[in-house]
C-alpha cells in the first residue's frame, strides 16, 4: 500500500451535506466528502447504507434532495452531462451488449464519446492489451468467461482517458486470480494519476488498494481515513479468535476480571482484542485451547461501527 500523502490540489470530488430521501427514509443523510486528486477512495458500508445512491449522486443519475455537490469542477447534478465526459464507470453488474463481439463493445462505447474512426484503432488495441484479450477481439461476448467480462467492463471504462474512474464493487464473483489482475491493474491507474472512487465488501480489497476510505451506515460517514489510521484508531492492535467452547470460557473470564482484554461474541465465535496478549496466549497454551492470532485489520474496524447483525 502506499504511503498516504497530503495533497496540495483540488480535490475532484467535494460533497457537503448531501442528502437523499426516498419516501420517508433518508438513504444519504448529510455526507460530507472530498476527494482528491491522484487518490483511490473507498465507500464501505453494508447492505443499504447508501453507497451506491452516493456514486449515482456523483454521475448525475439521481438528483440530491440537499446539499452540495461538485466534481471534476462542475456542479452536480447542474453540469453532471460535462463532468461524465471525463469520468469512466464501471457498474455492479456488467453491461456489456451481448450481441457484439469484444472489439464491438468497445467501439461502441467509444462512439458516445465522439470516439471514432482510424485514430480509435490504436485505442482499442490498448485496451484489450490492458485486459489481457488479445486475440479475441472477434469473440462473443457470450463465450468469454466471468473474468474476461468483467476486465472488458473495466476497459471499456477507460475508453475516453478519464480523470475520474468509479467502480461500484468490482471484484465480485471473481475467483483469486481474476480479482488480482483487476487489483494489478487499478493499482496502475492510480499510480498514472487516474483518481479512482471504489465500493466494495471485501475489507482486504479496500485495505490492499484504497489510500482513504469511509466508512458509511444508514447514510451517514461513521469515520473516514486512511485504513492504517483506522485500525490504529478504533481497534487494539492484537486479535485472538478462540475456535473451541472452553477457549471462549476463558477469554471471557479473562475478559471480565480485566485483563487488558475486549471480549466480542460473534455467533459461536470469541473475539479477544488486546494491546498485550502475552499473558492471555500463555493461559490458553498452557489450557489446549484452539485460537487464531491475527493483527487488527479493516473488518474488526468495520464491524466494531456497523454492528455484526446481518444486513439483507
Not at 40 to 57: C, D, V
Not at 81 to 88: D, H, L, S, V
Not at 101 to 106: D, F, G, H, I, Q
Not at 231 to 238: D, T
Amino acid at each position: 500500500m502506499r504511503v498516504e500523502q497530503p495533497s496540495a490540489a483540488a480535490p475532484l470530488v467535494v460533497a457537503h451535506g448531501l442528502c437523499k430521501r426516498y419516501g420517508e427514509q433518508w438513504v444519504v443523510d448529510g455526507v460530507d466528502l472530498e476527494v482528491r486528486q491522484g487518490e483511490f477512495f473507498g465507500l464501505l458500508g453494508p447492505n443499504g447504507a447508501g453507497k451506491t445512491t452516493i456514486l449515482r449522486m456523483l454521475l448525475g443519475l439521481t438528483p440530491p434532495d440537499g446539499g452540495e455537490l461538485q466534481v471534476l469542477g462542475e456542479p452536480i447534478p447542474a453540469r453532471a452531462r460535462e463532468a461524465r465526459t471525463r469520468i469512466g464507470v464501471v457498474p455492479q453488474f456488467d453491461s456489456l451488449d451481448p450481441d457484439f463481439t469484444v472489439r464491438e463493445n468497445l467501439v461502441t462505447y467509444a462512439s458516445y464519446f465522439g470516439l471514432r474512426g482510424k485514430d480509435l484503432a490504436p485505442r482499442i488495441a490498448e485496451l484489450l492489451a490492458l485486459a489481457n484479450l488479445e486475440g479475441r477481439e472477434d469473440t462473443p461476448i457470450a463465450a468469454l468467461s466471468g473474468g474476461m467480462k468483467r476486465r472488458l467492463t473495466l476497459v471499456r471504462a477507460l475508453v475516453n482517458e478519464p480523470r475520474l474512474v468509479v467502480l461500484d464493487e468490482p471484484t465480485t464473483g471473481l475467483d483469486p486470480q481474476a480479482r488480482h489482475h483487476i487489483w494489478q491493474r487499478l493499482r496502475e491507474l492510480r499510480d498514472t494519476g487516474t483518481t479512482l472512487i471504489m465500493t466494495t465488501h471485501y475489507m482486504e480489497e479496500a485495505e490492499r488498494l484504497c489510500d482513504r476510505l469511509a466508512i458509511i451506515d444508514a447514510g451517514r460517514v461513521l469515520a473516514s481515513a486512511s485504513p492504517r489510521t483506522l485500525i490504529q484508531a478504533h481497534i487494539e492492535p492484537h486479535v485472538i479468535e478462540l475456535l473451541d467452547a472452553p477457549g471462549r470460557a476463558a477469554g471471557e473470564v479473562l475478559a471480565a476480571r480485566g485483563a487488558g482484554v475486549r471480549a466480542y461474541r460473534a455467533g459461536d465465535l470469541l473475539l479477544l482484542y488486546t494491546a498485550t496478549p502475552g499473558a492471555l496466549l500463555e493461559e490458553l497454551d498452557a489450557a489446549g485451547h484452539r485460537y487464531l492470532h491475527r493483527p487488527a485489520n479493516l473488518e474488526d474496524v468495520f464491524l466494531k461501527l456497523t454492528g455484526h447483525e446481518l444486513r439483507d
